[in-house]
């Protein structure tokens, strides 16, 4: 697709259990993002790759959270047991070059936690 | 606390109206950029303002950097239905996007 494609777009868990997001980027873009935006917020960054490096995972809120690029194209997004605080969407944005500018978002997917 | 703070927090007006929203920060950016995300959507970059007092023009929407690199504001000339949505300023700082809350902008017809 032309665009960045993120899976499943909507995603109900209950409390404990664990969940993955996928996020497919444009191909051919090194960059990688992920972001948190609560209701009512703007998006808050939670990790970066570049290729398949992580490089900066500052941003992730506890060591429940854990994200991977194995080969530099596809992301996961691991959250385990899942809480209620949790719930969020969750975007993911990618970018042709090494700089953050120019960032081209997916649609996100909506978690929530019961 | 947010580090970029735009205001105002909605913003509801008729169609053919004309508006500003505002993005203030203490803290001094390279660069702004301005966002448009429709529900269900992602955020869609509008436009990136890199030089102190830079204007730049989108059709009717006219986006100024502060000369400080502090502030940006988002005006709008006779809004319409289409331009409904929210509005995020977001700078760099390292490795990330530090993005405003937004201000939620309803044009009715």
């Known amino acids: 697709g032309a665009g960045v494609s993120q899976s499943p777009r909507y995603k109900v868990a209950k409390r404990g259990q664990d969940v993955a997001l996928r996020c497919d980027p444009i191909s051919g873009h090194v960059s990688l993002f992920w972001y948190q935006q609560a209701l009512g917020q703007g998006p808050e960054f939670l990790t970066y790759?570049?290729?398949?490096?992580?490089?900066?995972k500052s941003g992730l809120p506890s060591d429940r959270f854990f994200a991977e690029r194995p080969e530099g194209s596809v992301s996961t997004l691991k959250i385990q047991r899942t809480q209620q605080e949790d719930s969020a969407v969750y975007l993911c944005?990618?970018?042709?070059?090494?700089?953050?500018?120019?960032?081209?978002f997916g649609p996100g997917t909506r978690l929530t936690v019961t | 606390t947010q580090l970029l703070e735009q205001s105002p927090q909605f913003l509801s007006i008729q169609e053919g109206e004309n508006l500003t929203v505002y993005c203030n920060s203490s803290?001094?950016?390279?660069?702004l950029q301005w966002y448009r995300q429709e529900p269900g959507e992602g955020p869609v970059l509008l436009v990136t303002v890199v030089t102190g007092g830079e204007v730049k023009k989108l059709k009717r929407l006219t986006f100024q950097f502060g000369d400080a690199r502090k502030d940006s504001s988002l005006h709008i000339t006779a809004a319409q239905p289409g331009d409904t949505g929210l509005y995020l300023c977001?700078?760099?700082?390292?490795?990330?996007?530090?993005f405003g809350a937004g201000t939620r902008l309803t044009v009715k017809p």
């Open positions: 790759f570049q290729n398949e490096a992580q490089l900066d």
């Open positions: 944005a990618s970018s042709l070059g090494l700089a953050i500018y120019e960032q081209y």
């Open positions: 977001a700078g760099p700082s390292g490795n990330d996007m530090r």
């Open positions: 803290s001094v950016f390279s660069s």
